[in-house]
C-alpha cells in the first residue's frame, strides 16, 4: 500500500505519514512529486502539509493512518533544490521542518489557495480610434506619440510605453476620449534576448571595475565580500553584475534590509533596467506577494528584490545573488524559524552554482573573518566613487557641558554654522520617542511596563506610555500615580524630544524626523527623502532607519548625540554593532562636492573602542574585535545556540532548562546556565535561557538534537514555551 510521507505546519520535530485518497491509483500515487502541497486532517483540524515522499511501508500500524483529503498541486510548489534547501535550513537550525516548509511559501498557498494566472495589461486602439488618421492630436505630442505607436502596432505593454517616455496621464486621457483601452491578456515570457538596459553604465573607477571583472570571471559558486566605504559606489558594481547576469538569460536575487530602502532602490533598478523586477517584502499584500513570486518562479521577473524572507522565493534560473548591508541584524529572524538569510544565502548559492556578493562599509566579523581566512573573496573599494573625501571626525567631551536637551553648546553652534551656509545636518539618535523615562521628581516613581521589565517610553505629541518590547500603551499621567505630586520629570532624549528642541533653537530651519513613527504612513518616508533631494537647507533628525543606504548629497554635518551605548552592552557584540552604526551614520555626510564632517558627543573620549573608530578605519578596528574574540573563543572563533524557555512563572522554565542540562550528551561542547534572560520578563511571560558552545558545529548540534528530543518528551514541555537559536543574532 503506497504511504504518502508529508511535513506538517506544527511544533513537532517530524514528518508524518498518510494514506493516498481512496479514488487515487497506484500510478498516481506513484507520480506525485516532492514538493506538492497536501490537505489532510491533523486532529480536529485540517492542515495544508508538503509532500516529502512516496513509500511501501510504515512503521505504524495501518489502521491508524489517515487519509489525505486533497492533493492541491499537479506540479510541486516546492521543487528539487528548493526544496532540499528548506529542508537543510530547519535541520542547520533545529527547526519542525513542517512549519520551515511553510515559512518557504507565500501565505495564501499556506492557506490552500491556488496559483493566480499570470496576466500583463496592454493598450490598443478602440473602433474610434483605428479610425483616426495618421498625425491626428498634434497639440498633445504624448498623446500623438501614443497614438502614432499603436497605429504601428497591435498593442503595447508598460514596458514599452516607458521606453517611449509616455507616461500614464496620457494612456489616461486617451482612454477618456475613447481612443484607446486597457485589457488583460495572458502574461508572455519575458524576451531575455532584447537589451536588458535602458540607460547607460556609469564609468567605474578602478576599483570597482577590478571588483565587477573579477567576480564577472567566475559563473560557478564563490563567495565574495565586497567591502567599500560609504559612498564607494556598491550599488553600481552591483547594477553592472546584474546587467552580465541577465545578458546570461539568468536571473538575479537582490537582498537588502529594510522595506524603508525598497522604493529608492527598486527606483534605481528600473531607471537602469528594460526587464521585469519584482519586489518581495512584508508591505505587501498576500495577493501582491503572491503574484511576486509567481514571477519569480516562472522566470518572467529578470531581477527580485526583497527583504530577508525572499531568500526563499522560487527562482527559475538563478545566476546571482548580492546582499547588500550583509551585516545588518534584520536579516536574522528574531522569532519562529530563526533563521539568517544570509547564511541561508550562501548555501543556496552554492547549491544552484552561481555567484553571491556580500556588500557592506562595515561587514560583521563573521564574514570579515571569512574572508581575511581566504574562505571568500575579500574585494576593497577605498575610495568614494564621486571624488568626494571621507568626512572628518571630532569626539566632543560633553561631561562638563551644559547641555539642552541633549545638544552641547559647541554642536549647537556647528549646526547653526552649516545651516547658515546653506547645507543640511543629520543628527542622529538611535532611540524613538520623546523620552525613555518618565520620573516623579519627589517620590522617585519611574513609569514601568506592567508586562516586561522595562520602563515606558514617552510619546509626548501623542501623550501616551508606550512599552517598546511588548507594544503595551497607556496615557500620560498628570500626577504621579504613588505621591500625587505634579512635578513629573523626563529623563533623558529621544527623536521626538530631540526634533522639539532643534524647532526651539532653529525655528526658520525645516526640522524632519525619520522613524518608525513619522514613517509608518504608505510613502511618508519616500516623501520625505524626496524633499531632501530638493536640496534646501534642513536638519534631519531620526534614528538607525538614516544610516543605512540613503544618498543625501547635500549633508555636510551628521552629529551624534548618544554614542556611548553600544560600549557597555551586555551582550558580546555591542561594540560590533555600535562600531557598525556610527560609521554607517557617518557615511552620510560629504557625499559628493561639499566636504563633510561627524561630531559625536560622548562621556568617554578616552574609551579605546571611541578612539580607534575616529582615528583608523573601520576594518582596524573589526580586527582589534576580532583578536578579543579569539582569545575569549567567541564568534567567529567558536559557535553557539541559545536555548530560551518562556513560561508564567520563572521557576517553571529554568526548571525545564536544568532538566535538559543534566540530560545533555557529553562531549565536547560547554553549556552555561540555566539563567535569567538579560530581560527576564517580557509581555507578562517570565524568559530563562540556556547558552551552549562548541569549537566545532558537529558536537553543538548532535547536543541541540538530543536536547530538542528530550524537550519534546519532558512533562513540562506543554507549559513551557521553548526555542532553540542557533548562531544566535543577540543575546537577548
Not at 491509483?25 to 506525485?32: G, K
Not at 565587477?212 to 564577472?216: G, S
Not at 552620510?588 to 562636492?593: L, M, V, Y
Given at each position: ?23 487515487m ?13 497536501i490537505?489532510?486532517p491533523?486532529?480536529?483540524r ?30 510541486p ?36 489557495e ?18 483616426l488618421?495618421e498625425g ?10 501614443l497614438?502614432?505607436?499603436?497605429q504601428q ?12 517616455q ?8 486617451l ?36 571588483a ?5 570571471a ?6 565574495y ?11 553600481e ?5 546584474i ?7 539568468q536571473?538575479?536575487?537582490?537582498l537588502i ?18 526587464c ?10 498576500d ?7 509567481q ?13 530577508r ?13 548580492i ?12 522569532d ?12 543556496r ?28 573573496q ?9 571624488g ?12 562638563h ?6 545638544f552641547?553648546?559647541?554642536l ?5 554654522d ?16 520623546f ?23 514617552v ?25 500625587n505630586s505634579?512635578?513629573?520629570d ?17 525655528p ?11 514613517t ?13 533631494h ?50 554607517q551614520?557617518?557615511g ?6 561639499k566636504a ?57 522554565a ?23 534572560a ?6 507578562g511571560?517570565?524568559r530563562a535561557?540556556?547558552?551552549?558552545r ?39
Open positions: 500500500m503506497p504511504i504518502l510521507t508529508l511535513a506538517m505546519p506544527t511544533p513537532l520535530r517530524r514528518s508524518f505519514d498518510y494514506l493516498p485518497p481512496v479514488a491509483t497506484d500510478d498516481a500515487v506513484a507520480a506525485l512529486q516532492p514538493g506538492v502541497r490537505e489532510a491533523f486532529g480536529n485540517k492542515l495544508i502539509g508538503i509532500l516529502l515522499a512516496t513509500k511501501d511501508t510504515t512503521d505504524i500500524d495501518e489502521k491508524k493512518i489517515k487519509r489525505v483529503s486533497n492533493i492541491l498541486d499537479s506540479q510548489i516546492l521543487a528539487g533544490k528548493l526544496l532540499s534547501l528548506s529542508q537543510w535550513a530547519a535541520s542547520y537550525y533545529q527547526h519542525p521542518l513542517g512549519d520551515a516548509l511553510a515559512n518557504a511559501i507565500p501565505t495564501l498557498l499556506r492557506k490552500g491556488q496559483t493566480i494566472e499570470l496576466t500583463e495589461t496592454r493598450w490598443q486602439l478602440t473602433t474610434e480610434g483605428k479610425g488618421p491626428a492630436l498634434k497639440r498633445a505630442a504624448k498623446q500623438a506619440q497614438l502614432a505607436l499603436l502596432q497591435d498593442s503595447l505593454d508598460r514596458r514599452q510605453l516607458d521606453r517611449a509616455i507616461s500614464q496621464a496620457s494612456c489616461k486621457a482612454i477618456e476620449k475613447g481612443l484607446i483601452e486597457r485589457i488583460e491578456i495572458a502574461a508572455t515570457p519575458y524576451d531575455h534576448q532584447q537589451d536588458c538596459l535602458k540607460s547607460a553604465p556609469l564609468t567605474l573607477n578602478a576599483e570597482q571595475k577590478n565587477v571583472e573579477t567576480i564577472k567566475n559563473t560557478g559558486f564563490q563567495c565580500l565586497l567591502e567599500g566605504i560609504t559612498g564607494s559606489g556598491k550599488t558594481v552591483y547594477l553592472q553584475l546587467e552580465q547576469c541577465l545578458k546570461r538569460r536571473q538575479a536575487l537582490v534590509p529594510e522595506i524603508g530602502l525598497t522604493p529608492q532602490t527598486l527606483s534605481r533598478f528600473q531607471n537602469r533596467f528594460n521585469p523586477i519584482v519586489t518581495l517584502h512584508s508591505g505587501l499584500t495577493r501582491e506577494r503572491l503574484l511576486a513570486w514571477h519569480a518562479q516562472s522566470g518572467e521577473a529578470g531581477i527580485i528584490l526583497g527583504t524572507s525572499a531568500i526563499f522565493t522560487a527562482i527559475a534560473n538563478l545566476g546571482l545573488i546582499i547588500d548591508e550583509e551585516h545588518d541584524s534584520s536579516f536574522k529572524q528574531q519562529g524559524f530563526r533563521y539568517s538569510a544570509r547564511d541561508i544565502g550562501i548555501k548559492a552554492a547549491d544552484e552554482q552561481c555567484p553571491i556578493v556580500l556588500g557592506s562599509a562595515t561587514p560583521s566579523l563573521e564574514t570579515l573573518n571569512n574572508a581575511l581566512q581566504g574562505r571568500y575579500h574585494l576593497q573599494l577605498k575610495q568614494r566613487a564621486t568626494a573625501s571621507a568626512p572628518t571626525f571630532e569626539l566632543l567631551d560633553i561631561r557641558a551644559p547641555m539642552e536637551d541633549g552641547s553648546p559647541a549647537i553652534s556647528a549646526i547653526g552649516e545651516i547658515k551656509r546653506g547645507n543640511q545636518v543629520l543628527v542622529f539618535i538611535n532611540r524613538r520617542g523620552s525613555p523615562m518618565l520620573m516623579c521628581h519627589d517620590c522617585g516613581y519611574v513609569a514601568q511596563c506592567h508586562h516586561c521589565d522595562a520602563r515606558m517610553t510619546h509626548f505629541q501623542q501623550r501616551m506610555l508606550r512599552c517598546h518590547h511588548c507594544g503595551a500603551q497607556a496615557p500620560l499621567p498628570h500626577h504621579c500615580p504613588e505621591c505634579t512635578q513629573l523626563f529623563r533623558g532624549s529621544g527623536t521626538e524630544r530631540s526634533e522639539q528642541a532643534l524647532k526651539r533653537l532653529f526658520s530651519t525645516d526640522i524632519k524626523r525619520i522613524d518608525r513613527d513619522t509608518s504612513r504608505k510613502q511618508a518616508m519616500q516623501q520625505m527623502v524626496a524633499e531632501v530638493e536640496g534646501q537647507p534642513c536638519i534631519l533628525v531620526g534614528t538607525q532607519m538614516l544610516a543605512k543606504g540613503h544618498h543625501f548629497p547635500d549633508v555636510t554635518l551628521v552629529a551624534v548625540l548618544d554614542a556611548d551605548g553600544g560600549l557597555f552592552s551586555a551582550d558580546f557584540r555591542g561594540p560590533e554593532k555600535m562600531g557598525q552604526l556610527l560609521v551614520v557617518a552620510r555626510a560629504g557625499r559628493e562636492a563633510g564632517k561627524v561630531i559625536i558627543q560622548t562621556h568617554q573620549p578616552e574609551h579605546p573602542l571611541i578612539t580607534s573608530l575616529v582615528n583608523d578605519s573601520y576594518h582596524q578596528y573589526a580586527r582589534a574585535i576580532l583578536s578579543e574574540r579569539q582569545a575569549s573563543g567567541l564568534p567567529p572563533f567558536g559557535h553557539l545556540a541559545l536555548l530560551r524557555a518562556e513560561a508564567s512563572n520563572l521557576e517553571q529554568e526548571a525545564l532548562l536544568q532538566n535538559l542540562r543534566d540530560a545533555a550528551p557529553p562531549n565536547s561542547c560547554q553549556i552555561f546556565g540555566p539563567l535569567p538579560p530581560m527576564t520578563r517580557k509581555a511571560r517570565f535561557q540556556l547558552l551552549v562548541s569549537d566545532q558545529r558537529k558536537p553543538l548540534h548532535q547536543t541541540l538534537q538530543q536536547l530538542c528530543s528530550q524537550a519534546e518528551q519532558h512533562p513540562l514541555g506543554n507549559k513551557v514555551r521553548w526555542s532553540i537559536d542557533v548562531d544566535p543574532g543577540d543575546m537577548f
